[in-house]
Protein backbone atom coordinates (compact mmCIF):
# COMPACT_ATOMS: atom_id res chain seq x y z
CA UNK A 1 0.00 0.00 0.00
CA UNK A 2 1.04 3.53 -0.57
CA UNK A 3 1.74 6.10 1.63
CA UNK A 4 -0.87 7.55 -0.75
CA UNK A 5 -3.40 5.08 0.34
CA UNK A 6 -2.78 4.61 4.11
CA UNK A 7 -2.97 8.60 4.22
CA UNK A 8 -6.18 8.60 2.80
CA UNK A 9 -7.53 5.27 5.11
CA UNK A 10 -6.39 7.04 8.01
CA UNK A 11 -8.27 10.08 7.24
CA UNK A 12 -11.28 7.90 6.99
CA UNK A 13 -10.81 6.51 9.86
CA UNK A 14 -10.33 9.54 11.77
CA UNK A 15 -13.92 11.19 10.25
CA UNK A 16 -15.45 8.12 11.08
CA UNK A 17 -14.95 7.91 14.70
CA UNK A 18 -14.69 10.35 17.67
CA UNK A 19 -13.38 10.53 21.49
CA UNK A 20 -9.95 9.54 20.45
CA UNK A 21 -7.01 8.61 22.90
CA UNK A 22 -4.05 9.67 21.54
CA UNK A 23 -0.48 8.67 22.61
CA UNK A 24 3.02 8.85 21.67
CA UNK A 25 6.14 7.00 23.13
CA UNK A 26 7.57 7.19 26.75
CA UNK A 27 10.09 10.03 27.33
CA UNK A 28 8.65 12.20 24.84
CA UNK A 29 10.83 13.86 22.29
CA UNK A 30 10.25 17.26 20.51
CA UNK A 31 8.98 14.87 17.97
CA UNK A 32 6.68 12.81 19.93
CA UNK A 33 4.90 15.69 21.78
CA UNK A 34 4.54 17.80 17.82
CA UNK A 35 3.09 14.98 16.51
CA UNK A 36 0.64 14.07 19.15
CA UNK A 37 -0.24 17.55 19.84
CA UNK A 38 -0.98 18.50 16.28
CA UNK A 39 -2.91 15.81 15.96
CA UNK A 40 -5.07 16.57 18.59
CA UNK A 41 -5.55 20.10 17.04
CA UNK A 42 -6.29 18.36 14.45
CA UNK A 43 -9.37 16.45 16.12
CA UNK A 44 -10.35 19.50 17.33
CA UNK A 45 -10.87 21.30 14.54
CA UNK A 46 -13.17 18.31 13.13
CA UNK A 47 -15.39 18.87 16.37
CA UNK A 48 -14.27 15.94 17.84
CA UNK A 49 -12.98 15.02 21.58
CA UNK A 50 -9.15 13.82 22.51
CA UNK A 51 -8.04 13.26 25.47
CA UNK A 52 -3.60 13.40 25.69
CA UNK A 53 -1.96 10.99 27.74
CA UNK A 54 1.78 10.31 28.63
CA UNK A 55 3.76 8.43 31.01
CA UNK A 56 5.95 11.50 32.05
CA UNK A 57 5.04 14.75 32.97
CA UNK A 58 5.81 17.03 29.42
CA UNK A 59 9.75 18.09 30.01
CA UNK A 60 9.37 21.89 30.71
CA UNK A 61 11.03 23.00 27.21
CA UNK A 62 8.23 21.47 25.13
CA UNK A 63 4.97 23.11 27.66
CA UNK A 64 4.92 26.23 25.16
CA UNK A 65 3.37 23.71 22.65
CA UNK A 66 0.00 24.76 22.43
CA UNK A 67 -2.47 22.16 24.09
CA UNK A 68 0.66 20.48 26.07
CA UNK A 69 -1.43 21.32 29.25
CA UNK A 70 -4.28 19.12 28.22
CA UNK A 71 -1.64 16.18 28.50
CA UNK A 72 -2.38 13.88 31.20
CA UNK A 73 -0.94 10.72 33.09
CA UNK A 74 -2.29 6.96 32.94
CA UNK A 75 -3.15 7.56 36.41
CA UNK A 76 -5.64 10.48 36.22
CA UNK A 77 -7.47 8.48 33.89
CA UNK A 78 -10.10 6.16 34.87
CA UNK A 79 -11.49 5.05 31.25
CA UNK A 80 -10.11 2.81 28.44
CA UNK A 81 -10.53 4.18 24.82
CA UNK A 82 -11.27 1.68 21.76
CA UNK A 83 -10.05 4.60 19.29
CA UNK A 84 -6.48 5.23 19.36
CA UNK A 85 -3.95 7.08 17.34
CA UNK A 86 -0.19 6.85 18.36
CA UNK A 87 2.63 9.00 17.15
CA UNK A 88 6.16 8.35 16.65
CA UNK A 89 5.92 5.04 18.50
CA UNK A 90 7.53 1.96 16.56
CA UNK A 91 6.21 -0.74 18.92
CA UNK A 92 3.40 -1.05 21.48
CA UNK A 93 5.96 -1.36 24.16
CA UNK A 94 7.23 1.99 23.72
CA UNK A 95 3.38 3.23 24.53
CA UNK A 96 4.16 2.26 28.22
CA UNK A 97 1.87 2.56 31.10
CA UNK A 98 -0.51 4.46 28.24
CA UNK A 99 -1.05 1.83 26.29
CA UNK A 100 -2.94 -0.04 28.62
CA UNK A 101 -5.75 2.79 28.45
CA UNK A 102 -6.50 1.31 25.07
CA UNK A 103 -9.29 -1.94 25.09
CA UNK A 104 -8.52 -5.45 24.13
CA UNK A 105 -9.85 -5.02 20.34
CA UNK A 106 -9.23 -1.16 20.36
CA UNK A 107 -8.69 0.55 16.93
CA UNK A 108 -5.20 1.57 16.17
CA UNK A 109 -4.02 4.25 13.96
CA UNK A 110 -0.35 3.61 13.89
CA UNK A 111 1.49 7.20 12.43
CA UNK A 112 5.49 7.26 12.59
CA UNK A 113 8.59 7.23 10.44
CA UNK A 114 10.94 4.88 12.66
CA UNK A 115 12.29 2.18 10.04
CA UNK A 116 11.48 -0.31 12.86
CA UNK A 117 8.39 0.14 13.24
CA UNK A 118 6.63 -2.76 13.67
CA UNK A 119 2.98 -1.69 12.04
CA UNK A 120 1.41 -2.78 15.41
CA UNK A 121 -1.93 -0.53 14.54
CA UNK A 122 -5.31 -1.39 12.33
CA UNK A 123 -3.95 1.24 10.16
CA UNK A 124 -0.52 2.45 10.03
CA UNK A 125 0.76 5.46 8.52
CA UNK A 126 4.79 4.88 8.64
CA UNK A 127 6.86 6.90 6.14
CA UNK A 128 10.20 5.86 6.92
CA UNK A 129 11.54 8.30 4.44
CA UNK A 130 10.20 11.19 6.42
CA UNK A 131 12.32 13.10 8.76
CA UNK A 132 10.12 13.82 11.69
CA UNK A 133 6.18 11.82 12.43
CA UNK A 134 5.59 15.70 12.08
CA UNK A 135 6.03 15.47 8.54
CA UNK A 136 3.25 12.63 8.19
CA UNK A 137 1.03 14.69 10.31
CA UNK A 138 0.76 17.46 7.95
CA UNK A 139 0.64 15.36 4.72
CA UNK A 140 -2.43 13.49 6.90
CA UNK A 141 -3.75 17.25 7.51
CA UNK A 142 -3.66 18.41 3.89
CA UNK A 143 -5.81 14.72 3.12
CA UNK A 144 -8.05 15.58 5.55
CA UNK A 145 -8.57 18.39 5.03
CA UNK A 146 -7.80 20.44 7.83
CA UNK A 147 -6.96 24.28 8.26
CA UNK A 148 -2.96 24.57 8.84
CA UNK A 149 -3.49 27.18 11.57
CA UNK A 150 -0.04 28.83 13.71
CA UNK A 151 -1.14 27.05 16.78
CA UNK A 152 -0.57 23.47 14.43
CA UNK A 153 2.05 24.81 12.44
CA UNK A 154 4.04 25.39 15.83
CA UNK A 155 3.61 21.73 16.99
CA UNK A 156 4.60 20.42 13.55
CA UNK A 157 7.67 23.00 13.59
CA UNK A 158 9.00 21.92 16.56
CA UNK A 159 9.20 18.57 15.92
CA UNK A 160 10.75 19.21 12.23
CA UNK A 161 13.14 21.11 14.08
CA UNK A 162 13.82 18.93 16.56
CA UNK A 163 14.12 15.30 14.71
CA UNK A 164 16.70 17.32 12.41
CA UNK A 165 18.85 18.41 14.93
CA UNK A 166 17.98 22.31 13.87
CA UNK A 167 18.36 21.04 10.17
CA UNK A 168 21.31 19.81 10.38
CA UNK A 169 21.19 15.32 10.54
CA UNK A 170 20.87 13.26 7.54
CA UNK A 171 17.36 12.68 7.64
CA UNK A 172 17.08 16.47 6.60
CA UNK A 173 16.28 16.85 2.95
CA UNK A 174 14.72 19.41 0.37
CA UNK A 175 10.99 18.74 1.45
CA UNK A 176 12.56 19.35 5.21
CA UNK A 177 12.78 22.71 4.12
CA UNK A 178 10.52 22.96 1.89
CA UNK A 179 8.14 22.12 4.54
CA UNK A 180 9.44 24.12 7.14
CA UNK A 181 9.35 27.19 4.87
CA UNK A 182 5.28 26.13 4.44
CA UNK A 183 5.24 26.18 7.94
CA UNK A 184 6.45 29.55 8.73
CA UNK A 185 4.57 31.28 6.35
CA UNK A 186 1.55 30.19 8.55
CA UNK A 187 2.74 32.21 11.45
CA UNK A 188 5.08 29.73 13.03
CA UNK A 189 8.49 32.10 15.01
CA UNK A 190 11.44 30.07 14.62
CA UNK A 191 13.27 32.02 17.05
CA UNK A 192 11.41 31.84 20.64
CA UNK A 193 10.94 27.70 19.52
CA UNK A 194 15.01 27.26 18.65
CA UNK A 195 15.46 29.42 22.08
CA UNK A 196 13.54 27.14 24.31
CA UNK A 197 14.67 23.76 23.00
CA UNK A 198 18.06 24.11 21.86
CA UNK A 199 19.67 26.76 23.78
CA UNK A 200 17.93 27.26 27.00
CA UNK A 201 20.06 25.19 29.64
CA UNK A 202 18.58 25.25 33.39
CA UNK A 203 21.52 25.48 36.22
CA UNK A 204 21.01 21.98 37.22
CA UNK A 205 21.18 20.86 33.53
CA UNK A 206 24.82 22.48 33.48
CA UNK A 207 26.19 20.69 37.10
CA UNK A 208 24.80 17.19 35.35
CA UNK A 209 27.00 18.03 31.88
CA UNK A 210 29.49 18.53 34.42
CA UNK A 211 29.58 15.26 36.09
CA UNK A 212 28.98 13.46 33.01
CA UNK A 213 31.68 14.81 31.22
CA UNK A 214 33.97 13.09 33.75
CA UNK A 215 33.39 9.89 32.89
CA UNK A 216 34.36 10.32 28.85
CA UNK A 217 36.14 7.24 27.74
CA UNK A 218 37.01 6.31 24.25
CA UNK A 219 38.29 2.22 22.97
CA UNK A 220 42.22 2.06 21.12
CA UNK A 221 40.73 2.94 17.93
CA UNK A 222 39.18 6.52 18.89
CA UNK A 223 36.05 5.51 17.05
CA UNK A 224 33.94 4.79 20.22
CA UNK A 225 33.22 6.99 23.14
CA UNK A 226 31.34 6.96 25.99
CA UNK A 227 29.78 8.54 29.20
CA UNK A 228 27.99 7.32 31.94
CA UNK A 229 25.53 8.72 34.15
CA UNK A 230 24.98 6.52 37.38
CA UNK A 231 21.71 7.65 39.54
CA UNK A 232 23.44 9.46 42.48
CA UNK A 233 24.88 11.77 39.39
CA UNK A 234 20.88 12.92 39.09
CA UNK A 235 20.46 13.06 42.91
CA UNK A 236 23.70 15.33 43.19
CA UNK A 237 22.88 18.00 40.91
CA UNK A 238 19.07 17.92 41.11
CA UNK A 239 18.67 17.00 37.50
CA UNK A 240 15.81 16.07 36.02
CA UNK A 241 15.56 12.30 33.79
CA UNK A 242 15.06 15.47 30.58
CA UNK A 243 18.62 17.22 31.23
CA UNK A 244 19.93 13.57 30.15
CA UNK A 245 18.53 13.95 27.03
CA UNK A 246 20.82 14.99 24.12
CA UNK A 247 24.42 14.43 26.62
CA UNK A 248 25.06 11.48 23.99
CA UNK A 249 25.90 13.64 21.42
CA UNK A 250 29.15 14.86 23.64
CA UNK A 251 30.53 11.27 23.35
CA UNK A 252 29.68 11.25 19.46
CA UNK A 253 30.95 14.91 18.06
CA UNK A 254 34.21 14.23 19.18
CA UNK A 255 36.77 14.47 16.25
CA UNK A 256 37.08 10.45 15.01
CA UNK A 257 34.61 8.82 17.23
CA UNK A 258 31.92 7.22 14.91
CA UNK A 259 29.69 5.90 17.42
CA UNK A 260 28.78 7.89 20.91
CA UNK A 261 27.21 5.83 23.87
CA UNK A 262 25.18 7.20 27.01
CA UNK A 263 24.57 4.63 29.65
CA UNK A 264 22.39 5.77 32.33
CA UNK A 265 21.58 3.97 35.27
CA UNK A 266 17.60 3.86 35.68
CA UNK A 267 16.16 2.81 39.17
CA UNK A 268 15.65 -0.96 38.75
CA UNK A 269 18.51 -2.74 38.36
CA UNK A 270 18.28 -1.58 34.92
CA UNK A 271 20.47 0.63 32.72
CA UNK A 272 19.17 2.73 29.43
CA UNK A 273 21.35 3.38 26.90
CA UNK A 274 21.50 5.57 24.02
CA UNK A 275 23.30 5.46 20.23
CA UNK A 276 24.41 8.18 18.13
CA UNK A 277 26.55 7.38 15.17
CA UNK A 278 27.95 9.55 12.37
CA UNK A 279 28.56 8.14 8.77
CA UNK A 280 28.55 4.44 9.05
CA UNK A 281 27.19 2.45 11.48
CA UNK A 282 23.65 1.41 11.61
CA UNK A 283 22.68 1.96 15.93
CA UNK A 284 19.29 1.12 15.41
CA UNK A 285 20.25 -2.59 14.33
CA UNK A 286 22.25 -2.69 17.69
CA UNK A 287 19.43 -0.94 19.54
CA UNK A 288 17.56 -3.83 18.04
CA UNK A 289 19.91 -6.42 18.87
CA UNK A 290 19.49 -6.12 22.66
CA UNK A 291 15.85 -5.47 22.63
CA UNK A 292 15.43 -1.59 21.49
CA UNK A 293 15.14 -0.22 18.21
CA UNK A 294 15.62 3.66 16.85
CA UNK A 295 17.01 5.31 13.38
CA UNK A 296 20.26 4.74 12.00
CA UNK A 297 21.77 7.63 13.63
CA UNK A 298 20.28 7.27 16.81
CA UNK A 299 18.88 4.65 18.59
CA UNK A 300 18.40 3.30 22.28
CA UNK A 301 17.76 0.12 24.45
CA UNK A 302 17.19 -0.80 27.99
CA UNK A 303 19.17 -3.47 29.69
CA UNK A 304 19.14 -5.51 32.49
CA UNK A 305 22.50 -5.64 33.73
CA UNK A 306 25.16 -3.09 35.83
CA UNK A 307 26.61 -0.19 34.88
CA UNK A 308 29.98 -2.07 34.20
CA UNK A 309 28.26 -5.05 32.60
CA UNK A 310 26.37 -2.93 30.20
CA UNK A 311 29.55 -0.95 29.09
CA UNK A 312 31.18 -4.30 28.56
CA UNK A 313 28.79 -6.25 26.34
CA UNK A 314 27.76 -3.02 24.58
CA UNK A 315 31.03 -1.73 24.02
CA UNK A 316 32.00 -5.21 22.72
CA UNK A 317 28.87 -4.85 20.13
CA UNK A 318 29.87 -2.18 18.81
CA UNK A 319 33.42 -2.77 18.20
CA UNK A 320 32.11 -6.24 16.37
CA UNK A 321 29.96 -4.03 13.95
CA UNK A 322 32.87 -1.31 13.60
CA UNK A 323 35.37 -3.34 13.26
CA UNK A 324 34.47 -6.22 10.55
MN1 LIG B 1 10.49 11.17 15.43
Request: with cysteine; hydrophobic share 40%; aromatic share 8%.
Amino acid sequence: MSIEEMLKDAADYIRAHDDFLILTHVNPDGDALGSSLAAAHIVGQLGKTFTLVSDEPIPEKFRFLPLADRFRQPGDVQREFSHVLTFDCADRKRLGESGALATGNATILNVDHHATNDHFGTYNVVDTKAAATCEVVYRLARVLPVEIGKEMATCLYTGLLTDTGGFRYSNTTPETHRLAAELLSRGVEPYPIADRVFETITWPRLLLTREVLSTIERDDSGRIAWLCVPLEFLHRTGASEEDVEGLVNYARNIDGVEVGILFREVPGGKVKVSFRSKYVVDVGQIALAFGGGGHARASGCTVEWTLEESKRQVISKVKEVLVP
